[in-house]
C-alpha cells in the first residue's frame, strides 16, 4: 500500500509525529509539507528534501532524519498551486498549527482555501482522506470542516463524502530550540545544515483520534488509536495532563528553576503537583467517566499520571519553564487547563486547592505585565465568559485563600 501525506504547519508535531511516523510505517510514498517560513522551506529544499530531528528518551537523545520531504510555501503562488495538486491526490493530511484560529487565516494562503481548492478538483465518488486535526482544542475538526464546507458550497454530510476530519489527543511533548549553547551541549542535530532551528520531540508516540466513520478505510498510521467518544481523552489532557504541567511550572517559575526537570529538587513542588493530580483532577475525571475505559478507575488513572510526571521530568526533553508558563491570561481562561480544571473538579465536588495555587502562581505572574487588582484581571480574563455568578465566586474565593510556597 502506497499512500500520499499532506500536512500544513512544520513545527515539532507536524514534523518529529506525523511526518516521522509516516516515514516509519513505509506506508507513504509521498510526503508533502506546507509551511510559510521562507527561510525554514529554503534550509529544508537545500538540503534535498531531508530534515533532523532530537528524540528525547529516557537515556538521552536519539538523533533521526526524515528524508523525501516536498515542502511548499503558500504564501508563492507556484508552491500553492503544488500544495492544491498535492492535496487532490492525498489519502491521509494533518494540521498541526499554533491554533483553530489559523484555519482561514492568510487569504487564499490559508489552510482552508488551499484544503478546498484541491478537495474541489477531486471527482464525485473518488478519492477519500482523512484529516488529523491537531491543533489541542475539542472540536478542531469540526471548526475545519465547517469552514471547508462553507468554502466549497457544501453540506457537510456531502463533504463527509471524500474527507473525514478527525479530533486528536496528542499527550507528546516537544519543541523547537534555538539557543546555541543547549544546541551544544546536548548534542543537537539541526534541522538542515546551516539552520537555526533544532527540533525536540519526546519518543512518547500513543496518540488517540476519533473513530472513523468509514470501516473499509485503511489508515497508514497504525499507531494511533480509535475512540468512540474522544471528549473524556480530550478532557484528561487538559485538565489533567496540561494542568498538572502548568501548575509545577508556575511554582517552579516562583523558585527559580529554568526547566522542569529542575523540580526534581524541590520534592515539596513535585509532592503537590502529584496530589493536585490525583486528587482532584483524576477524583474529578474518574467520577465523570468511571466506566467509559480503564484510564477512568483509579489504578488507570494512577499510571497515568506517575507516567505523565516522570515524562514532564525528562532531563533529556530540556522543558523551559518560561515556556511551559507563558501566556497566563489564556491559561487563566475560564475553559483552560487551570480554572477549567477547578470547574470540573467543583462540579464533582471535589475542592481544587492545588490548582487555585498554580492559578494564584499564575494570577501574580500576570499582574507583573499587567497591574491591577486580582478581582478586576480576572474579570478581564473571564469577560467573555458565562454569567455563571456562583461559580466565579466560588473560583475567585478558592484563589485568593491559596497561600503560595516560599
Known amino acids: 500500500m502506497t499512500k500520499s501525506f499532506v500536512g500544513f504547519g512544520f513545527g515539532a508535531i507536524q514534523a518529529g509525529l506525523f511526518l516521522y511516523e509516516a516515514q516509519a510505517s513505509k506506508r507513504f510514498g ?51 498551486a503544488a500544495l492544491v495538486e498535492a492535496v487532490a491526490g492525498a489519502d491521509e493530511l494533518a494540521t498541526a498549527l499554533p491554533s ?18 484541491g478537495l474541489a478538483r477531486r471527482r464525485t465518488g473518488g478519492r ?13 475538526a469540526e471548526r475545519l470542516a465547517e469552514a471547508l464546507a ?19 489527543v496528542i499527550g507528546k511533548m516537544s519543541g523547537i530550540v534555538t539557543d546555541e549553547a543547549q544546541i551544544a551541549d546536548q548534542g543537537l542535530v539541526r534541522l538542515a545544515p546551516g539552520a537555526a532551528r533544532c527540533l525536540l520531540v519526546e519518543a512518547f508516540n ?6 472513523l466513520a468509514w470501516r473499509d478505510f485503511e489508515r497508514g ?60 483532577s483524576g477524583a474529578a475525571l474518574v467520577r465523570k467517566y468511571a466506566g467509559r475505559d480503564p484510564l477512568f478507575a483509579g489504578p488507570g488513572y494512577r499510571a497515568y499520571a506517575e507516567d505523565l510526571l516522570e515524562r514532564m521530568l525528562n532531563p533529556h526533553l530540556r522543558d523551559l519553564v518560561a515556556r511551559v508558563v507563558r501566556d497566563p491570561r489564556r491559561k487563566l481562561g475560564w ?7 477547578m470547574r470540573l473538579a467543583l462540579g464533582q465536588g471535589i475542592e481544587p486547592a492545588g490548582y487555585a495555587l498554580g492559578a494564584r502562581a499564575a494570577l501574580e505572574m500576570l499582574r507583573e505585565t ?15 465568559a458565562p454569567a455563571e455568578p456562583e461559580a466565579k465566586r466560588k473560583i475567585r474565593e478558592l484563589i485568593a485563600a491559596a497561600r503560595l510556597p516560599a
Open 30 to 80: 509521498r510526503l508533502v509539507v506546507a509551511e510559510v517560513m521562507a527561510d525554514v522551506v529554503a534550509a529544508v529544499r537545500g538540503a534535498g528534501g531531508r530534515f533532523g530531528l532530537n528524540i528525547a528518551t529516557a537515556r538521552g537523545i536519539e538523533r533521526a532524519s526524515v528524508e523525501g520531504i516536498e515542502i511548499f510555501n503558500p504564501r508563492d503562488p507556484a508552491d500553492r
Open 100 to 117: 483553530v484560529a489559523f484555519y482561514e487565516a492568510g487569504g487564499e494562503a490559508s489552510v482552508v482555501s488551499v484544503l478546498a481548492d
Open 128 to 140: 477519500r482522506s482523512v484529516l488529523y486535526a491537531a491543533e489541542n482544542h475539542n472540536h478542531a
Open 150 to 168: 462553507r468554502r466549497l458550497g457544501r453540506s457537510a454530510e456531502r463533504l463527509g463524502e471524500t474527507l473525514q476530519c478527525l479530533n486528536t
Open 206 to 211: 500513543h496518540i488517540l483520534i476519533s473513530r
Open 221 to 280: 498510521f497504525p499507531i494511533f488509536e480509535e475512540k468512540d467518544d474522544l471528549l473524556p481523552f480530550e478532557e484528561a489532557k487538559l485538565f489533567g495532563h496540561n494542568a498538572t504541567h502548568a501548575l509545577m511550572g508556575y511554582l517552579a517559575r516562583r523558585r527559580g528553576c529554568e526547566t522542569m526537570a529542575d523540580v526534581s529538587r524541590h520534592p515539596d513542588l513535585l509532592e503537590r503537583a502529584r496530589r493536585a493530580f490525583l486528587d482532584e
Open 335 to 341: 475553559d483552560d487547563r487551570l480554572v477549567g480544571t
Open 370 to 384: 499587567e497591574p491591577g487588582d486580582p478581582e478586576s484581571l480576572l474579570s478581564s480574563v473571564w469577560a467573555d
